[in-house]
């Protein structure tokens, strides 16, 4: 884990009418780690998610990444960047195969035009050939190689989610964004996240992610945040945030009365 601040929210504040969804939130994101964003629901997690992707443009605070404002950024220059994200939601083209579907992902780094596109020039089939190529090595990076040719609506659930993150993974990010990618899965296909997220973080990608399945987010995270009610509760590594009072109470305890 480096010492590289790559991204830093400061005093984040969205409000929808009379609601802080979040309020004055603090965080920093250092290179080469695994952060998690954990909290209730309500929390306010998914809400900084869309602010920090450009979605949202926060009521007040700004979003530093490389030392660079991004608060106003629109989310494809968000992407063109350096910064990806999956949803909550699973959002793949059903019809289209695997490899088309991570092969959208790759279309942030390249500079087609409508021109281009239109008359099939030289520099669009060099362009198409990279973005094929950078979706085959995706495909084999999350253990999808076999799969390219399948269309993402036949997947089994587990596989979906990691074809999102392939998706993710071919706009050559400097940090990826999962929000909750563990939601539905089984055991076995949270192992395979786990190893998935590991082999990201150790090819040099910063990992941040909400999550509520909090076994899985103390196994793997270097770095925990936790939010309630839209403010900043308490921060820290994952032995830490266990044992604080705050963070049982507001999220752990009410799990375990359930």
Not at 3 to 28: C, P, R, S
Not at 44 to 71: A, C, E, R, W
Not at 121 to 134: D, G, I, L, P, S
């Amino acid at each position: 884990m480096g010492n590289e601040i790559l991204l830093k929210a400061e005093k984040i504040t969205m409000q929808f009418g009379g609601l802080k969804a979040v309020n004055e939130v603090d965080m920093e994101i250092r290179r080469g780690e695994i952060h998690a964003l954990i909290g209730p629901n309500g929390a306010g997690k998914t809400t900084f998610f869309n602010v920090v992707s450009g979605i949202y443009m926060p009521t007040s605070g700004q979003v530093l990444f490389g030392g660079h404002d991004i608060t106003k950024l629109k989310p494809h220059q968000v992407t063109e960047r350096g910064i990806a994200r999956t949803f909550q939601n699973i959002q793949l083209f059903e019809s289209m195969s695997a490899l088309e579907n991570v092969m959208i992902g790759h279309h942030a780094r390249t500079n087609s035009t409508v021109l281009g596109t239109m008359f099939h020039t030289k520099k669009m089939r060099e362009a198409e050939w990279k973005c094929y190529h950078k979706a085959e090595e995706m495909l084999e990076f999350v253990g999808l190689g076999c799969e390219k040719e399948t269309l993402a609506g036949s997947l089994p659930y587990g596989k979906k989610r990691i074809l999102e993150i392939a998706r993710a993974l071919a706009s050559e990010p400097e940090i990826v964004m999962l929000d909750e990618p563990c939601a539905g899965m089984n055991a076995s296909e949270s192992n395979e996240l786990a190893r998935t997220i590991y082999k990201i973080r150790d090819s040099g990608i910063t990992v941040l992610l909400v999550e509520h399945d909090m076994r899985f987010v103390m196994e793997i995270s270097d770095m925990v945040t936790v939010l309630d009610h839209g403010g900043k509760i308490c921060e820290g590594v994952p032995g830490k945030v266990m044992h604080d009072p705050l963070v049982i109470e507001a999220y752990l305890g009410k799990e375990d009365e359930e």
